[in-house]
């Protein structure tokens, strides 16, 4: 398997099909950074005959993105979250845990990785056939930086399990991540739920015009820009992917990402989405509306009911992320475990050692939620 980077990466980048294609060749072309303000690192693509799969070898920032760092995911990002804890004395423990694990982490270079079969996206999508290139991947990327760990993002037993089984017997140790919800549109249960059909009948009351393909311009990146960071950086946190305004107009244009929205009586844009489709999957790592508008105009769950009834139209499988977990639970969203694999079998023993030691205790700290999520018990 060839590891390619630079022009050669570029060219190859077209195999990739349709807007996930134009997506990575700005990425290989143009850096990470200019897609968003907290992405770096280096990318290129695998190759073996027509195969190509994306990578991109990062190392340690102190402003990284969630979607290109161990630590913001484990050890930054909860930190911010700390206020979910009922106790104040709870709170000070955890963050002083919390810190001194990050500075650790830091200094053991636990963000020095290179992540494969990864758009990085907030969810990533996987070739159908991934299991298959496990360990050719493994094997070049390896010999091509030996001192980065290898990770796969974004993986869980529904869509992925054969690859996940391919990974564990080339020994990657698996991270629990998020839980996730898939609406399936084969078989489109989530129609009929009560929710489901009142949202649906909140879209015809014509106080919006739903807009989508033509009805977006690059003259919207600004607007897109904006909406998104209400929601995603003021609302929650700086720690998660801030995309630039350049980049969503040419998203725009170039078709990196297909976006589904609303406008309001003037014309403005008021809510949207951006949808990311590659091996027969959508995911959703774009969405953005007014904060501040009415909770009558119920602008997101405008969004969603639209999205959900393109979803069972077309038939398709949509992996809508984590969190709003009871919003998609009662929309009638399959929680699903999703997992992290990194392999470090090339690295020395300390280098192992953390990553082993850095899933054991993800996996003792997340367990109780991970089971009440699936369960229906939090949300």
């Given at each position: 398997?060839?590891?390619?980077?630079?022009?050669?990466?570029?060219?190859a980048a077209e195999q990739l099909g349709g807007g996930a294609a134009a997506y990575w060749r700005r990425v290989l072309g143009q850096g990470a950074g200019s897609v968003a303000e907290?992405?770096?690192?280096?990318?290129?693509?695998?190759?073996?005959?027509?195969?190509?799969?994306?990578?991109?070898?990062?190392?340690?920032?102190?402003?990284?993105?969630?979607?290109?760092?161990?630590?913001?995911?484990?050890?930054?990002?909860?930190?911010?979250?700390?206020?979910?804890?009922?106790?104040?004395?709870?709170?000070?423990?955890?963050?002083?845990?919390?810190?001194?694990?990050?500075?650790?982490?830091?200094?053991?270079?636990?963000?020095?990785?290179?992540?494969?079969?990864?758009?990085?996206?907030?969810?990533?999508?996987?070739?159908?056939?991934?299991?298959?290139?496990?360990?050719?991947?493994?094997?070049?990327?390896?010999?091509?930086?030996?001192?980065?760990?290898?990770?796969?993002?974004?993986?869980?037993?529904?869509?992925?399990?054969?690859?996940?089984?391919?990974?564990?017997?080339?020994?990657?140790?698996?991270?629990?991540?998020?839980?996730?919800?898939?609406?399936?549109?084969?078989?489109?249960?989530?129609?009929?739920?009560?929710?489901?059909?009142?949202?649906?009948?909140m879209l015809s009351d014509g106080r919006f015009e739903a807009v989508g393909g033509a009805g977006f311009s690059a003259a919207d990146g600004e607007a897109l820009a904006r909406l998104?960071?209400?929601?995603?950086?003021?609302?929650?946190?700086?720690?998660?992917?801030?995309?630039?305004?350049?980049?969503?107009?040419?998203?725009?244009?170039?078709?990196?990402?297909?976006?589904?929205?609303?406008?309001?009586?003037?014309?403005?844009?008021?809510?949207?989405?951006?949808?990311?489709?590659?091996?027969?999957?959508?995911?959703?790592?774009?969405?953005?509306?007014?904060?501040?508008?009415?909770?009558?105009?119920?602008?997101?769950?405008?969004?969603?009911?639209?999205l959900l009834e393109e979803v069972k139209r077309e038939k398709l499988l949509l992996n809508y992320s984590s969190g709003a977990d009871d919003f998609k639970r009662r929309r009638g969203?399959?929680?699903?475990?999703?997992?992290?694999?990194?392999?470090?079998?090339?690295?020395?023993?300390?280098?192992?050692?953390?990553?082993?030691?850095?899933?054991?205790?993800?996996?003792?700290?997340?367990?109780?939620?991970?089971?009440?999520?699936?369960?229906?018990?939090?949300?």
């Open positions: 398997m060839e590891v390619l980077r630079g022009p050669a990466a570029v060219a907290n992405l770096g690192g280096s990318s290129g693509l695998l190759r073996q005959g027509e195969v190509v799969i994306p990578f991109t070898a990062l190392s340690p920032e102190s402003d990284a993105s969630f979607a290109s760092s161990l630590r913001t995911q484990y050890l930054l990002y909860p930190q911010e979250e700390l206020h979910f804890l009922a106790s104040e004395r709870e709170r000070q423990v955890a963050r002083v845990a919390l810190q001194g694990a990050a500075a650790l982490a830091r200094l053991a270079s636990v963000d020095r990785v290179v992540q494969w079969s990864d758009f990085l996206l907030s969810t990533n999508h996987h070739r159908p056939d991934l299991a298959e290139h496990v360990k050719c991947a493994t094997a070049a990327l390896s010999a091509a930086y030996p001192k980065h760990a290898l990770l796969v993002r974004s993986l869980d037993r529904r869509t992925h399990g054969a690859a996940i089984a391919a990974l564990e017997a080339e020994g990657y140790l698996l991270l629990p991540s998020r839980v996730v919800y898939y609406f399936d549109g084969v078989a489109g249960g989530f129609a009929s739920r009560n929710t489901t059909k009142r949202d649906r009948r998104y960071r209400q929601v995603y950086v003021d609302k929650h946190s700086r720690l998660n992917t801030r995309y630039l305004a350049p980049f969503l107009s040419r998203a725009v244009e170039e078709g990196m990402l297909s976006f589904r929205g609303l406008r309001d009586g003037s014309g403005a844009l008021v809510a949207a989405i951006g949808i990311f489709s590659f091996g027969g999957l959508w995911t959703v790592p774009f969405v953005g509306y007014e904060v501040g508008a009415p909770a009558e105009d119920a602008l997101y769950r405008r969004l969603v009911s639209g969203g399959e929680p699903v475990a999703e997992y992290h694999a990194v392999y470090a079998g090339h690295l020395p023993a300390s280098r192992r050692l953390l990553y082993r030691g850095l899933a054991e205790a993800v996996a003792r700290g997340s367990a109780s939620v991970f089971s009440g999520l699936l369960a229906g018990e939090i949300g």
